[in-house]
């Protein structure tokens, strides 16, 4: 009992880190045997909610969802929508897909991070147009005006092409200048952690951003080295009679 009550807290951590719930592993007991105390119902369709990309009160669309995905009981298609009961359905509808989207959301948050090389970290505004330079495509009332505007299209796009080639020269140039002012043990540092290293400034937030996904990471491998004590569990969820 005591391992399995670990597990669900490896579970529950994690997902919180992930989808920034409240879930605790006394959640997950009581839906086994199908409570609705302490709002495990209303917790558990939020955590499906997350998953499915749906906000939890958005029930239909979370069935629909996981009908697209012949999800085959059809106990949990019949739940009522004002979350009043059905936590032991929404927990085995967690469970369908728990695996593979823990990876999905892992995956997302170290794509995020400044330990992604094409992470922008210094958030640079891409955005290259002025305000009086956009053009409303409904205001095109004529094929004159249509030619007019691809044409306006092909120079912003060359002009676009050309900014970019000379900012990533000027880039490599400033890189290079870092590191050859940097003793060489930090030659190899990514550009965001070069920025970290000589700004406080990002420094802080480098730290900031990376904490949040140590924490994730660390929790995730130690989530993945127990998961097979859960998967047993959730057997015995699908066993029990209620």
């Known amino acids: 009992m005591s391992e399995i009550k670990y597990t669900l807290g490896l579970l529950s951590k994690l997902l919180n880190l992930l989808l920034e719930t409240k879930v605790e592993p006394e959640h997950f007991r009581l839906a086994k045997f199908d409570k609705g105390t302490k709002n495990v119902v209303a917790i558990l369709w939020f955590i499906l909610g997350k998953l499915t990309n749906n906000t939890y009160t958005n029930i239909p669309s979370i069935k629909y969802y996981m009908t697209s995905l012949k999800y085959p009981r059809e106990n949990f298609q019949n739940l009522p929508e004002n979350m009043s009961k059905g936590s032991k359905e929404v927990l085995l509808a967690i469970s369908f897909i728990l695996n593979e989207k823990i990876d999905d959301f892992v995956k997302v948050e170290i794509e995020n991070c400044p330990l992604n090389p094409d992470y922008d970290f210094l958030g640079v505004n891409d955005d290259i147009c002025d305000d009086e330079e956009k053009v409303v495509l409904s205001h095109l009332t004529s094929e004159n005006d249509c030619k007019q505007y691809l044409m306006w299209v092909k120079g912003k796009l060359g002009q ?11 880039n490599k140039t400033l890189v290079d200048k870092l590191k050859t002012d940097l003793p060489l043990k930090f030659e190899d540092l990514s550009l965001n952690r070069l920025i970290a290293f000589i700004s406080k400034k990002y420094c802080k937030q480098f730290i900031e951003k990376t904490d949040r996904i140590f924490e994730i990471l660390e929790q995730y491998v130690l989530w993945k080295r127990k998961e097979d004590i859960f998967w047993k569990w959730m057997k015995t969820v699908l066993e029990q009679k209620n």
């Open 160 to 170: 676009s092409v050309k900014q970019i080639e000379e900012y990533d020269v000027q």
